[in-house]
Nanobody, 125 residues
Framework: QVQLVEPGGGLVQAGGSLRLSCAAS????????MGWSRQAQGKQRELVATITSGGTTNYGDSVKGRFTISRDNAKNTVYLQMNSLKPEDTAVYYC???????????????????WGQGTQVTVSS
């Protein structure tokens, strides 16, 4: 089982910056792709950014050029640096991680999906 802990949310003014982190812990062999999604009130959850274990990144169109995702594989931790924040970035941000239970699962590319509990980010105008 994998637990994802997401400290780092909060209130920030428009134009400001905030950094989220998410650490995976528990019993697993390694993590694969990790990432962030968000859900604003009354809206569907949307992809923010993902990063593979090799460092390949992917961003949602609304955050390209403003947000940067990174990870520390040794710590099984993913980060989201958010710059030039806008009120429309206000949402609950969820961390996601694909994890391999053991080496056999890694060889078979059979990972399990895990989600954090979410952290509120509020951007005031």
């Amino acid at each position: 089982q994998v637990q994802l802990v997401e400290p780092g949310g909060g209130l920030v003014q428009a134009g400001g910056s905030l950094r989220l982190s998410c650490a995976a812990s528990g019993t697993f062999f390694s993590t694969n792709t990790m990432g962030w999604s968000r859900q604003a009130q009354g809206k569907q959850r949307e992809l923010v950014a993902t990063i593979t274990s090799g460092g390949t990144t992917n961003y949602g169109d609304s955050v390209k050029g403003r947000f940067t995702i990174s990870r520390d594989n040794a710590k099984n931790t993913v980060y989201l640096q958010m710059n030039s924040l806008k009120p429309e970035d206000t949402a609950v941000y969820y961390c996601n991680a694909q994890a391999f239970a053991d080496y056999r699962s890694l060889v078979r590319s059979a990972s399990n999906d895990y989600w954090g509990q979410g952290t509120q980010v509020t951007v005031s105008s």
